[in-house]
């Protein structure tokens, strides 16, 4: 993927009196594709975008269906799920008209995340779900329905109900392990390993995460090492293995600021919050969720899966037990007004 989207910045890069309004279209839909699927979802939507204005302009409504579901899926990352409702409401019937059974079922199945992230809509959302479950066995394509099942997984825990949506993210395992994608695999195992850590399975979750993130590695994915590294250090922090939960906070901030991912960086802040909780460190705690509430463009990561939303809200209930009203108040405005160097200084980053 990194080789990829190199070779896709240098697409992008010739002179556009030299290639055509195809060409162009074409290259900002591969530049967007390649960027969206290694987390950086800012620049995945300026290039699908650029790449739908021109498919719009060309009269290609197959190719702009396509591209609308890629700049969906990086916009349901983005949290941006209310225009992901409106962009499917306004084009639903050539999506329906024109799109493969692969892109139809694909978008279907993102439209009922933002459904559900957005307007709390599950029983539509369901409906959709059950629409791309059913179109992946017409056609039997592993690819939709390791996706599909996924997808239900997000609308189970959503509603907080993890033992199904553990059952569903091991049907999905079972597809994605049918096809032989490592990186699904490695975000199959991840997904049931947050089901199983919000049961209070964390030994078993500990496994999962493991392999997930060795999956990652091997693959050199930077987003899902990030990602899986911040969600294994909170099973850490439960099991009380501090140093190792601080490692892979440390490991997954990095791994943003690398990518130049700065709106991720509030999810493995926010573990490291819980991290200092757990180690009675609670008015350095405070400042650190403080920094992270401050700053709504990127706090808006916590909430985008069930899973870290119960995290942070379990941290800032306890600190709030555990401080007075003006000792919880004071950190917290420290932490509000901090700049991110000063956030990662109080979190031992």
Same mark, same amino acid.
Request: aromatic share 12%; proline share 1%.
């Given at each position: 993927?990194?080789?990829?989207?190199?070779?896709?910045?240098?697409?992008?890069?010739?002179?556009?009196?030299?290639?055509?309004?195809?060409?162009?279209?074409? *290259? &900002?839909? *591969?530049?967007?594709?390649?960027? =969206?699927?290694?987390?950086?979802?800012?620049?995945?939507?300026?290039?699908?975008?650029?790449?739908?204005?021109?498919?719009?302009?060309?009269?290609?409504?197959?190719?702009? !269906?396509?591209?609308?579901?890629?700049?969906? +899926?990086?916009? !349901?990352?983005?949290?941006? #799920?209310?225009?992901?409702? *409106? @962009?499917?409401?306004? +084009?639903?019937?050539?999506?329906?008209?024109?799109? #493969?059974?692969?892109?139809?079922?694909?978008?279907?199945?993102?439209?009922?995340?933002?459904?559900?992230? %957005?307007? =709390?809509?599950?029983? /539509?959302?369901?409906?959709?779900?059950?629409?791309? !479950?059913?179109?992946?066995?017409?056609?039997?394509?592993?690819?939709?329905? =390791?996706?599909? +099942?996924?997808?239900?997984?997000?609308?189970? *825990?959503?509603?907080? #109900?993890?033992?199904?949506?553990?059952?569903?993210?091991?049907?999905?395992?079972?597809?994605?392990? /049918?096809?032989?994608?490592?990186?699904?695999?490695?975000?199959?195992?991840?997904?049931?390993?947050?089901?199983?850590?919000?049961?209070?399975?964390?030994?078993?979750?500990?496994?999962?995460?493991?392999?997930? @993130?060795?999956?990652?590695?091997?693959?050199?994915?930077?987003?899902?090492? %990030?990602? /899986?590294?911040?969600?294994?250090? +909170?099973?850490?922090?439960?099991?009380?293995?501090?140093?190792?939960?601080?490692?892979? &906070?440390?490991?997954?901030?990095?791994?943003?600021?690398?990518?130049?991912?700065?709106?991720?960086?509030?999810?493995?802040?926010?573990?490291?919050?819980?991290?200092?909780?757990?180690?009675?460190? &609670?008015?350095?705690?405070?400042? !650190?969720?403080?920094?992270?509430?401050?700053?709504?463009?990127?706090?808006?990561?916590?909430?985008?899966?069930?899973?870290? %939303?119960?995290?942070?809200?379990? /941290?800032?209930?306890?600190?709030?037990?555990?401080?007075?009203?003006?000792?919880?108040?004071?950190?917290?405005?420290?932490?509000? %007004?901090?700049?991110?160097?000063?956030?990662?200084?109080?979190?031992?980053?």
């Amino acid at each position: 993927l990194n080789e990829g989207h190199a070779w896709c910045l240098r697409a992008l890069a010739t002179d556009e009196h030299a290639a055509s309004e195809f060409a162009h279209a074409r *290259a &900002f839909n *591969a530049a967007g594709i390649v960027s =969206g699927n290694l987390g950086y979802n800012d620049e995945s939507r300026a290039r699908l975008e650029a790449s739908i204005e021109l498919w719009q302009s060309l009269d290609e409504p197959r190719r702009f !269906v396509e591209t609308l579901f890629w700049l969906a +899926y990086s916009l !349901v990352q983005l949290g941006e #799920d209310e225009r992901v409702c *409106a @962009l499917y409401e306004q +084009y639903n019937a050539m999506l329906r008209a024109s799109a #493969d059974p692969l892109i139809l079922a694909w978008s279907l199945s993102y439209w009922a995340r933002a459904l559900e992230n %957005a307007r =709390g809509d599950f029983a /539509t959302a369901k409906i959709l779900h059950d629409e791309a !479950v059913a179109i992946g066995i017409a056609n039997a394509d592993t690819n939709i329905l =390791g996706t599909a +099942y996924m997808n239900l997984g997000y609308w189970a *825990a959503k509603q907080s #109900d993890y033992v199904s949506g553990y059952q569903y993210h091991l049907e999905s395992s079972k597809w994605h392990k /049918t096809d032989g994608a490592r990186l699904r695999i490695a975000i199959s195992s991840h997904n049931m390993a947050d089901m199983l850590s919000m049961q209070g399975k964390f030994q078993d979750a500990q496994e999962l995460y493991q392999e997930s @993130l060795a999956l990652s590695r091997a693959l050199g994915d930077q987003a899902f090492i %990030a990602w /899986t590294a911040y969600r294994l250090g +909170y099973v850490y922090v439960h099991l009380q293995e501090f140093s190792r939960a601080r490692d892979l &906070f440390a490991e997954s901030i990095k791994s943003y600021r690398t990518q130049q991912e700065q709106a991720y960086l509030t999810s493995p802040l926010a573990g490291m919050a819980e991290l200092l909780r757990a180690q009675g460190y &609670f008015k350095q705690a405070a400042r !650190v969720l403080g920094f992270v509430a401050a700053h709504p463009q990127s706090a808006h990561r916590i909430f985008l899966l069930e899973i870290d %939303a119960v995290e942070y809200n379990r /941290t800032l209930a306890i600190l709030r037990e555990q401080l007075d009203a003006s000792d919880f108040q004071n950190a917290w405005r420290v932490g509000q %007004a901090a700049p991110l160097e000063q956030a990662l200084a109080f979190a031992g980053y």
